[in-house]
């Protein structure tokens, strides 16, 4: 029988493929970020054509808005966006975590108040299956707390706790509803305390989950204490499933995740800063030592600037359009600037990976 996931070592990793129910998708991975359905100023199939395989969108954000009757209506997030590869749903356990003062965590679940309309909701292990099956994601995420950093040994060790018990009942409730077609990832946690992450990512590795996330990182730890948390995960998940890090990151931390033995990733980086006029620029694609910079295109310097934003890069904004002409859609706050950033800031991301993938 043949395996959903398969991999080979490479120079930088290893690079993979894991079959899904809307098809093939190759790792490493990077996940466009489509909180709610959309990948902001762009249409899906812009997307695809960028270079991206699979998207993110999010479970919490969906069930606010549009709801449930209206996905059911489309027959699924991917008529309703017209994204026809794989999605996976991160189950919304981060935006539960930023809603501090207005949740509150039980055995049950998370309850918690939109912030919006001030309508109080409960999300359980249980219910963010059923949403996601609604939405027709091709991997499902436990629900799960994502703690605070700092946040002290006792505090992670409730955590990861509550979140193994979360855990194991959307897996036992997958396997009585007999859902098949979607996959279901466990998220290890463990803060910055390596122990920890070696015990829970040995723990949730003992059941038949299809992956494997890494969590509770990108919160504000140091860089290095970042690597290692990761090192640690990573040793004691197991080699034939893929291993998903969640929020991460910067173009280098990818990389050096990769070595570490990471297949997917998912950050808001490449858009959230395409909006505000900071884009990536290659150094040099060879992946070694300061191989990008970054730079804010609103900046005076470029307003007579005739050269191509990045003369690495073969997307159609570096292709077509001047850094002076960028500039000024942005300075016009003209929604142009906006749509140019960002497909180049995606097609940033997707070249790396691909530099990733094609190693030897």
Known sequence: MQKDFSYTKTAHGRRGKLATSHGDFHTPAFMTIATRGAVKTLEAQEVKRLGAEIILSNTYHLFMRPGLEVLKKHKGLHQFMNWHGPILTDSGGYQIFSLAKLRKLTEAGA????????????????????IQRVIGSDIMMVLDECPP??????YIERSMALTTRWALRALTYKKKKRIRKQKLFAIVQGGTYLDLRYAHAKELSQHDFDGF??????????????????KATVTHLPKDKPRYLMGVGYPHQIVQAVKLGVDMF????????????????????SLRGKFYTTLNIKNERFARDTKPLDPL?????????????????????????KKLATMHNIRFYQKLIAILRSSH
């Open 313 to 337: 890069c073969d997307c159609e904004t570096c292709a077509m359009y001047t850094r002076g002409y960028l500039r000024h859609l942005f300075k016009t706050d003209e929604m142009l600037g």
């Open 266 to 285: 998912d950050c808001v980086l490449p858009t959230r800063n395409a909006r505000h006029g900071n884009l990536f620029v290659w150094k040099t694609q």
């Open 213 to 230: 996330a890494i969590g509770g990182l990108a919160v504000g730890e140091p860089e290095d204490n970042m690597y290692a948390a990761i």
């Open 111 to 130: 309850t918690f108040k939109d912030p919006s309309t001030g309508k109080t909701h409960t999300l359980t292990p249980e219910k963010v299956i059923d």
């Open 149 to 154: 950093y700092p946040a002290s040994r006792e």
